[in-house]
């Protein structure tokens, strides 16, 4: 297991830019891929990106283009720089950590990632 704790969440208005950061502790952060999840209230938790340890990334939809997940495999945090924000973007953001070696479509189910952080609210203001 690896402990995680995001941070970097806040108050923006639409069109402007945040930057969350996932701190990671316990095991080797490095030997797991990342992802970021979000929830909105009376709404089911949703992928939002993720990004393996060889720095593949994978981006749902609505956020392609807009956001950036990074990381630092020598060290942790992992990133979300989120640009140019939209009302729909709120909700609460959550670090996870997956086992690597699975394939795409794994790291977009938050039912294959064991590890969460516990969340950091976005609220976008139109």
């Known amino acids: 297991q690896v402990q995680l704790v995001e941070s970097g969440g806040g108050l923006v208005q639409a069109g402007g830019s945040l930057r969350l950061s996932c701190a990671a502790s316990?095991?080797?952060?490095?030997?797991?891929?990342m992802g970021w999840f979000r929830q909105a209230p009376g709404k089911e938790r949703e992928f939002v990106a993720a990004i393996r340890v060889s720095g593949n990334t994978y981006y749902a939809d609505s956020v392609k283009g807009r956001f950036t997940i990074s990381r630092d495999n020598a060290k942790s945090p992992v990133y979300l720089q989120m640009n140019s924000l939209k009302p729909e973007d709120t909700a609460v953001y959550y670090c996870a950590a997956a086992p690597r070696g699975l394939e795409y479509s794994a790291y977009t189910k938050p039912t294959n990632f064991g590890s969460w952080g516990q969340g950091t609210q976005v609220t976008v203001s139109s």
């Open positions: 316990g095991r080797t952060f490095s030997s797991y891929a």
